[in-house]
């Protein structure tokens, strides 16, 4: 199972409650900016992903 097992009834029910609460066209803009969130998400870890790494740095034992 994975998490969106439980993400996805939990977002039915909210705009579920926000459409019956503050109407139709609220409950809409609410899909909208939850598409756009996931789209903006997503290619930023894409992006971030795809930065150089960062070289590790070694434990210098010759001082010792």
Same mark, same amino acid.
């Given at each position: 199972m994975?998490r969106?097992?439980?993400g996805?009834?939990?977002?039915?029910?909210?705009?579920d409650?926000?459409s019956e609460? +503050?109407? +139709?066209?609220?409950?809409?803009?609410?899909?909208?900016?939850g598409i756009?969130?996931e @789209?903006v998400?997503?290619? @930023?870890s894409?992006?971030?992903?795809e @930065?150089? &790494? &960062?070289?590790? &740095?070694?434990?210098? @034992?010759?001082h010792?």
């Amino acid at each position: 199972m994975t998490r969106w097992n439980f993400g996805f009834p939990i977002t039915f029910i909210i705009c579920d409650i926000v459409s019956e609460v +503050y109407g +139709y066209s609220t409950a809409k803009a609410f899909i909208w900016i939850g598409i756009i969130a996931e @789209l903006v998400f997503s290619n @930023l870890s894409l992006f971030i992903n795809e @930065l150089p &790494r &960062r070289k590790q &740095r070694g434990i210098n @034992l010759e001082h010792l």
